[in-house]
């Protein structure tokens, strides 16, 4: 199995600190500070840092990481000219593991050109950086409308028990958002209420589900008529209507 713990950094990261339980390698999910890494693995090993995108609140802790614990760096190969140095650079479709736990290299251009996501296949475990989050996705830095389509596509047709890790915690503004354009939706409603209760006690809201993103994240549903006509585009292509959204969402408090 892969044990998974959340590690807060900053005012809402989640990095993510993985181990395997067989062989108890380790490894750390887009470390943009290395405190809180090292407080988590306290004295223990760390033997990997996998990286999603190149933002410095992703990659701010890798060089103290690799210096105090030794770990390999592994991060896109496309990338590498403005990711910390690698020790393995990765490729669409290449396998990785950490420990007996496989994982799989998704190439997902959208919120920056060289966004990759790891897809562990046997505890069916995603953890997708900034491209992805409960009830909502990253800023367009770099990508377009129809990058971020078809990753939300590709990403909806994982399978539906895929737990998703992301790396920051904004599901609650995410599902405000998602209210006020899906208003209809009555499993949004229930989640929010679910969201807001657990922010209330002051726990994370991740991972969620596949299966939760296809009912209640809008951006996973702009091919969805009621979205388009809620938004006063009926008739309009998806990407029309991820375009609409991301701007709507890019400026909603």
């Keep these: 199995m892969l044990e998974v713990r ?39 090993p760390l033997h990997q840092v996998l990286l999603t995108h190149h933002h410095p609140d992703h990659i701010g802790g890798v060089d103290e990481l690799r210096e105090r614990t030794g770990a390999q760096v592994l991060g896109f190969a496309r990338d590498r000219h403005r990711l910390p140095r690698l020790d393995r650079a990765l490729e669409e479709g290449e396998a990785i593991s950490v420990g007996e736990e496989q994982a799989t290299v998704l190439f997902l251009p959208a ?111 702009a091919d969805q008529p009621e979205l388009a006509l809620g938004l006063g585009m009926p008739g309009a292509s998806p990407v029309e209507v991820t375009a609409a959204l991301r701007q709507r969402r890019n400026t909603f408090r």
């Design 6 to 44: 959340a590690v807060p950094a900053f005012q809402d990261n989640l990095l993510w600190l993985l181990r395997c339980s067989v062989t108890g390698q380790t490894a750390a999910v887009d470390p943009g500070d290395a405190g809180p890494i090292l407080e988590a693995l306290g004295g223990q």
């Design 111 to 221: 919120h920056t050109m060289g966004h990759i996501a790891y897809r562990f296949t046997t505890t069916e475990a995603l953890f997708c950086g900034d491209t992805l989050f409960l009830m909502g996705c990253g800023r367009l830095f770099e990508g377009d409308p129809a990058m971020l389509w078809a990753a939300m596509e590709r990403l909806r047709a994982l399978p539906p028990a895929t737990r998703i890790y992301c790396a920051h915690e904004y599901t609650l503004t995410n599902a405000r958002f998602a209210v006020e354009v899906d208003p209809d939706n009555e499993a949004l409603r229930e989640r929010l209420a679910r969201v807001q209760a657990l922010r209330a006690d002051g726990r994370n809201t991740v991972p969620g589900t596949v299966a939760e993103e296809r009912l209640t994240n809008p951006f996973m549903r």
